[in-house]
């Protein structure tokens, strides 16, 4: 999505929207594996933790290293970026099950 040099706001509030919905999909695909129990629900249960811990972890090594940008607006823009980047990569890996 473009962003609005005046207000770029507008556009974060948007991708936290579709941030939330995403994750919400992954919820039920996650819920759905780990319901069906054995080893696949077991290892996609270990998965998620570990998947959120490494996600948390790189985070801060971006924020460490300067590369959120230097503005709260651009924090927030790449930070919402990196974890809709994770959360994609798990919806389709999870529809294709």
Known sequence: MKRSRANPWFGIGWDAW???MEAGAVIGLRTLKIAQGGAAGMAEAERMVSEKVQAGMDL???ALTGALGTTPASA???TLAHY???VNANRRRLSKE
């Open 60 to 62: 801060q090594a971006l």
């Open 18 to 20: 579709r941030l939330g």
């Open 76 to 78: 927030s823009a790449r």
């Open 84 to 86: 809709r980047r994770r």
